[in-house]
C-alpha cells in the first residue's frame, strides 16, 4: 500500500503532515476522565467529533468507552454552544447520573470561542454534582497533550489543602498508558506497603470483566475524595514528562506538593528509579519478591542477549513511551537508528522538555548517530527506514503498512492497537512488563528468521 513512497527526502515547507503519528486532544481528554470514579466525559462539540473518539477507544481497549455531547448543529456553531451545554449539564445528571462530568472541548468551540468556564458557572448543576473541564482544540498538541490537560483540570478543580501535615501517602500520575500497566503501578507500590492516589486510574474501567449485566460505571476509577486529598499527599510522582509533568507541577503551585519526574517505567533502568524513589521517599525496604522479578529479568536478558545485540530498530508512538521503549532496547544491546513521535516538543523551551534532547541524551554516551524528530509523521519514518533499513519497527497499529512495505518484523506497543487484542490487560512497565517486551521483541525477530531461513539452517533450538 506504501509501495510508492519516494526513498528521496524533500524538505517539505507547508508544515503539512502524511500520515500523523498522533491524534487529537480529546482522545486523551476523554481517556484520562474515564479514570475518575462514576465520571461521564462530555464532549463539547458535534456529534461526529465525540462518536470518532468514542469509537477509536473502544477499538483499542474493546471495552464500551461512554460519553456525551453537546451536538452542535448549524445555529450553534454560529451563535455559541452555551445553550446546549447548558442542557447537556441538566440532561447528563438527570439521564445518566454521573457524580463528575468531564467537558472537553473541540476544535470547532475552541474555533467560535466558548468561554466553557464561565457557562458552567451560570449553568444550573445538580446538588452534590460536579463539572470540571479542560479545553483541548485537536489542532494543538496531540492526544497526550489533552491526557495533560484534562489531568491537570482535575487538579485545578478538585485538589485541596487540608491538612496543615503532609500526610504519608504519594500521588502517582501514570500517564497515558493501558489500565493494565496502571495495575502493575498499583501492585509495585502496594507491595512496598506505600500509601498512595494513582490519578487519573482506568483500571476496572476499560478493563472490565463480562458479567452479564451492563455497567454505566464501573467499580474502577479514582474517586473525588481521592483527587481531593491529592493536595495533602507528601510527594506526587509524574511518570513521564509530556503526559504528567504538567498536572503534578500544577498541584505543587496549589497545594505546595513536591514533585518527582520520572520516564515512564519500560525496562530495567527505569523501574530502578521508580522502586529507589519510593524507597528514599518512604524510607520502605524493597520487598524481595520485586527482587526476585528483577533477577528474573536480568536472567533472560542474559539468556537471550545473542538475539538482540547489534539488531537495529525503529521506534514510534507517544513521546513518554517511546523514551521508555529507547532506553530499554539499548539496554538489550539494540540501535535504536530511527526515533520519532507525532507529539510536539521539540523545543529545548517547552513546558515538558525536549523530546529529542532526551534520546539524544540517551544515545550520545553509545556513539549510536539516529534520526530523532518531535512533531514527525509515518511518511518521514518510512522515507528514513528506505535509506537505512532496520531489523525490527516498534510502534502502534498504524506501523504494520510500513513494516509490510518493508517487509520487517513488526512490535505492535502504544496507542492505538486495533488489529490485535489483550494487550490492554497485560503490562509492559516494571520488571514484568521489561519480560513481556523482550519475549515480544524476540518472538518478532525469531519468527522472521525462523520464516527466512533454507531447510538446512532451520534449527529446532535457538
Known amino acids: 500500500m506504501l509501495d510508492c513512497t519516494p526513498k528521496e527526502i524533500t524538505e517539505r515547507n507547508s508544515g503539512g503532515i502524511i500520515n500523523p503519528a498522533k491524534t487529537c486532544q480529546p482522545i486523551g481528554a476523554m481517556y484520562a476522565a474515564l479514570g475518575i470514579h462514576k465520571c461521564l466525559p462530555h464532549s463539547h462539540g458535534s456529534q461526529g467529533c465525540c462518536s470518532y473518539h468514542r469509537m477509536h477507544l473502544t477499538r483499542h481497549f474493546r471495552d464500551p468507552v461512554m460519553a456525551s455531547t453537546s451536538c452542535f448543529t448549524e445555529g450553534s456553531s454560529v451563535f455559541g454552544g452555551g445553550a446546549n451545554l447548558k442542557a447537556s449539564i441538566q440532561n447528563v445528571f438527570h439521564i445518566y447520573k454521573p457524580d463528575v462530568m468531564a467537558i472537553h472541548t473541540t476544535c470547532l468551540t475552541e474555533t467560535i470561542g466558548d468561554d466553557v468556564s464561565s457557562i458552567i458557572?451560570?449553568?444550573?448543576?445538580?446538588?452534590?454534582?460536579?463539572?470540571?473541564?479542560?479545553?483541548?482544540?485537536?489542532?494543538?498538541?496531540?492526544?497526550?497533550?489533552?491526557?495533560?490537560?484534562?489531568?491537570?483540570?482535575?487538579?485545578?478543580?478538585?485538589?485541596?489543602?487540608?491538612?496543615?501535615?503532609?500526610?504519608?501517602?504519594?500521588?502517582i500520575i501514570p500517564g497515558f498508558v493501558n489500565p493494565g500497566d496502571m495495575r502493575e503501578i498499583k501492585r509495585i507500590v502496594k507491595?512496598?506497603?506505600?500509601?498512595?492516589?494513582?490519578?487519573?486510574?482506568?483500571?476496572?474501567?476499560?478493563?472490565?470483566?463480562?458479567t452479564g449485566e451492563f455497567?454505566?460505571?464501573?467499580?474502577?476509577?479514582?474517586?473525588?475524595?481521592?483527587?481531593?486529598?491529592?493536595?495533602?499527599?507528601?510527594?506526587?510522582?509524574?511518570?513521564?514528562?509530556?503526559?504528567?509533568?504538567?498536572?503534578?507541577?500544577?498541584?505543587?503551585k496549589k497545594c505546595k506538593v513536591p514533585v518527582v519526574t520520572l520516564k515512564t517505567p519500560i525496562g530495567i533502568k527505569a523501574t530502578d528509579a521508580l522502586l529507589m524513589t519510593l524507597r528514599t521517599a518512604?524510607?520502605?525496604?524493597?520487598?524481595?519478591?520485586?527482587?526476585?522479578?528483577?533477577?528474573?529479568?536480568?536472567?533472560?536478558?542474559?539468556?537471550?542477549?545473542?538475539?538482540?545485540?547489534?539488531?537495529?530498530?525503529?521506534?514510534?508512538?507517544?513521546?513518554?513511551?517511546?523514551?521508555?521503549?529507547?532506553?530499554?532496547?539499548?539496554?538489550?544491546?539494540?540501535?535504536?537508528?530511527?526515533?520519532?513521535?507525532?507529539?510536539?516538543?521539540?523545543?529545548?523551551?517547552?513546558?515538558?522538555g525536549s523530546f529529542e534532547d532526551d534520546i539524544n541524551a540517551m544515545l550520545k554516551p553509545t556513539g549510536i548517530q539516529a534520526n530523532v524528530k518531535s512533531a514527525g509523521d509515518l511518511f518521514t519514518l518510512h522515507q528514513w527506514m528506505k535509506n537505512q533499513p532496520v531489523d525490527l519497527l516498534i510502534g502502534n497499529t498504524y506501523g504494520k503498512y510500513i513494516a509490510r512495505a518493508e517487509d520487517v518484523p513488526f512490535v505492535r506497543v502504544g496507542f492505538p492497537i486495533l488489529d490485535r487484542s489483550v494487550h490492554s490487560y497485560l503490562p509492559i512497565v516494571g520488571y514484568h512488563g521489561a519480560m513481556r517486551l523482550v519475549e515480544m521483541i524476540s518472538n518478532?525477530?525469531?519468527?522472521?528468521?525462523?520464516?527466512?531461513?533454507?531447510?538446512?539452517?532451520?534449527e529446532l533450538v535457538m
Do not use: W
Open 444 to 458: 518478532a525477530l525469531l519468527d522472521r528468521q525462523d520464516r527466512d531461513a533454507a531447510d538446512e539452517d532451520f
Open 121 to 171: 458557572k451560570t449553568a444550573d448543576v445538580a446538588e452534590g454534582k460536579l463539572v470540571i473541564h479542560a479545553n483541548t482544540p485537536s489542532y494543538v498538541g496531540s492526544h497526550i497533550t489533552g491526557f495533560s490537560n484534562m489531568t491537570k483540570a482535575m487538579v485545578s478543580y478538585l485538589a485541596e489543602s487540608t491538612s496543615p501535615i503532609k500526610k504519608e501517602q504519594i500521588n
Open 191 to 210: 507491595s512496598m506497603d506505600i500509601e498512595y492516589i494513582l490519578f487519573p486510574d482506568t483500571s476496572g474501567v476499560v478493563d472490565t470483566p463480562m
Open 215 to 252: 455497567q454505566m460505571y464501573p467499580e474502577g476509577g479514582t474517586t473525588v475524595e481521592q483527587l481531593k486529598d491529592t493536595g495533602n499527599s507528601k510527594v506526587s510522582l509524574a511518570l513521564g514528562r509530556f503526559a504528567s509533568s504538567d498536572p503534578a507541577d500544577l498541584l505543587n
Open 282 to 352: 518512604f524510607a520502605h525496604e524493597i520487598p524481595k519478591e520485586l527482587e526476585v522479578e528483577r533477577g528474573q529479568l536480568v536472567d533472560i536478558m542474559t539468556d537471550t542477549h545473542f538475539h538482540f545485540h547489534g539488531k537495529t530498530v525503529a521506534i514510534f508512538g507517544d513521546p513518554d513511551i517511546v523514551t521508555g521503549l529507547t532506553e530499554f532496547v539499548l539496554s538489550l544491546g539494540m540501535i535504536p537508528i530511527h526515533v520519532l513521535t507525532g507529539t510536539p516538543g521539540g523545543s529545548s523551551n517547552s513546558v515538558a
